[in-house]
């Protein structure tokens, strides 16, 4: 069974820097899991069927010059894991991911159309008012604002 994208869930990053999947997302994530650094200050969880045509591309492709091979090399493939959801539903966060992505007691888990994201509820909440002016812009562009009677 497939997941449509969306959804944002509240979960907590326990003592031994274990996040919590909600049960509606187990499902989809069972089995093996990559955990990297996300583009953004989160982790990225995806399932190998995602992370290896990305490995692939990152490693093989031509259109790129090898600083650039290496500058996504040293962001995605240098610090991912493997990891998989425990009995209990948590996933371990490895140390060097959860400091980048700065999590810290309480986060949210993202669900995004080929991966999950963690981020901490703070750094999520700020990202969302930095960004609010330029999802604006967005949504004018798309004709849609006056939909959410924003258009002032």
Not at 65 to 93: H, S, Y
Not at 143 to 152: A, E, I, N, Q, V
Request: one cysteine or more.
């Amino acid at each position: 069974m497939g997941l449509e994208a969306g959804g944002t869930y509240p979960s907590t990053l326990d003592d031994k820097g274990r996040v919590g999947i909600p049960i509606k997302l187990r499902e989809n994530y069972s089995g093996g899991l990559v955990i990297t650094l996300g583009l953004q200050t989160c982790a990225w969880i995806m399932k190998f069927e995602i992370w290896e045509p990305l490995y692939r591309q990152i490693t093989s492709a031509d259109t790129l010059t090898e600083d650039e091979r290496d500058l996504l090399e040293f962001r995605f493939i240098v610090p991912k894991m493997e990891t998989e959801i425990d009995r209990a539903g948590r996933i371990a966060m490895p140390p060097h991911i959860r400091r980048y992505a700065e999590l810290k007691k309480d986060c949210m888990v993202l669900n995004r159309k080929d991966r999950l994201e963690v981020w901490d509820e703070e750094l999520l909440m700020a990202q969302l008012a930095e960004n609010r002016p330029a999802t604006k812009d967005v949504l004018r562009k798309l004709g849609s604002l006056g939909r959410f009677k924003l258009d002032t």
